[in-house]
């Protein structure tokens, strides 16, 4: 049976990938909604190549190139509005979520709402509205699959398995392009230096999310919606192999591991078909060309992000949302040579002890503290 699929994002590395695995699955997936930010000559190829019912392209401007370009019967709806508008349709059978940061929160919130699955990317989602997000799934019925490969290996680990019987998660991570620097050199990092990551291609706010290594931070806090395990359960390693994508230890001390090249067509497309591994003609893993797997501890002290991550998820409420925006303002400050590199746990620290603490954030409260965070990353001098 051909499903309809809505791909939010789909201009960007995530929705280009999650094309390349709909093109390797023909014809099980038809494309039924594609959004864009405003890369309209993208899209647009994107559009007359899948032919969907609708798009929407968030920049107004590109939006009209867009309408100009695309013939009846594509509707093409534009701005925040329009990207909201195809996120909470009804009429697919799943949303692959591949936008990125904060602005990816309120679709997944609207696609769950109408009772849509999603094929989750966007892990700002959860880290924002976990327990929006979890409540609304309780409504609805509607579920989340994971697409980060982490979350995805441990959805693979867990197949099968007792939550009762886990001891622990342990998240791996490449430890960026960082992890031997030395840590005097820290503040003199460029932009150039932080988007060169060693074995993954990334879109720059992730690549940077990487070298601080908040991405991490962000992964553990998204295993506890996920996985619904505590901060002490959940555990950080680093694997600059990038092979073992993440591992579940059990009560009896055994320990599953999911391995796989990295290459994000994988996880994207056992979001789409689980619970099957279909046949795919990307690369393979090859172990004998590797030679060894190693593995390390995180340096705290180099990527203070990491415990930044882990002190807001036990801390809850607002926190969590508090630390994500801030995080990707700076981010943003940070690639337009605006602050240091080394500012950017600075900035987040400072954030999260002083914002007014929300214990249970409504979705309004949450939209209002992304506007006091940016706010706040503005200010910073």
């Known amino acids: 049976m051909t499903k309809k699929l809505s791909i939010l994002g789909s201009t ?22 594609l959004t864009a930010y405003k890369n309209s000559d993208r899209l647009i190829a994107q559009a007359k190549k899948y032919a969907p019912k609708a798009v929407a392209i968030i920049d107004e401007e590109a939006g009209k190139k867009v309408r100009a370009a695309l013939n009846d019967p594509i509707e093409v709806l534009t701005g925040r509005s329009g990207l909201l508008e195809l996120a909470g349709r009804d009429d697919v059978d799943i949303v692959m979520n591949g936008l990125v940061g904060s602005a990816g929160m309120e679709p997944t919130l609207k696609a769950i709402e109408a009772g849509v699955d999603v094929a989750l990317s966007n892990k700002e989602s959860l880290v924002m509205a976990g327990s929006i997000i979890e409540l609304a799934k309780q409504k609805s019925g509607a579920t989340i699959f994971p697409v980060d490969s ?3 290996a441990i959805w693979q680990c867990l197949a099968g398995e007792e939550m009762t019987d886990v001891k622990k998660i342990i998240l791996t991570g490449s430890g960026g392009p960082f992890r031997t620097k030395d840590i005097n050199s820290f503040k003199d990092i460029t932009r150039e230096e932080a988007l060169r990551h060693p074995n993954w291609d990334m879109g720059n706010k992730i690549t940077i999310d990487s070298a601080t290594m908040m991405n991490k931070g962000l992964e553990v806090i998204e295993t506890r919606w996920l996985f619904g395990l ?20 059990f009560a009896d001390r055994s320990v599953k591991a999911q391995l796989g090249v990295p290459d994000m067509k994988i996880p994207i497309q056992y979001a789409l078909t689980y619970p099957r591994h279909s046949s795919a003609s990307w690369g393979q893993l090859n172990l004998v060309k590797y030679g060894k797997l190693t593995f390390e501890e ?38 337009e040579g605006k602050i240091k590199f080394t500012a950017i ?19 309004i409260d949450l939209l209002e503290l992304e506007l006091w ?9």
């Open 12 to 33: 960007g590395s995530i929705g280009v990938n999650s094309l390349l695995v709909v093109d390797n699955l023909a014809p099980r997936f038809d494309i039924t909604y």
């Open 150 to 152: 982490e979350h995805s």
């Open 230 to 249: 505590g901060a002490d359960e959940i555990e950080i390693v680093i694997h600059p192999q990038s092979i073992i994508h993440s591992m579940v230890e």
């Open 298 to 335: 995180p340096d705290y002290e180099k990527f203070p992000c990491i415990k930044l991550a882990y002190e807001a998820l036990r801390a809850g409420g607002s926190t969590p949302a508090v630390l994500n925006v801030v995080n990707e303002q700076a981010v943003y400050r940070f690639l």
């Open 345 to 363: 746990p600075t900035i987040i620290e400072k954030a999260c002890a002083n914002h007014h603490y929300i214990a249970n954030p409504t979705l």
């Open 373 to 381: 965070a940016t706010d706040f990353v503005n200010a910073y001098n």
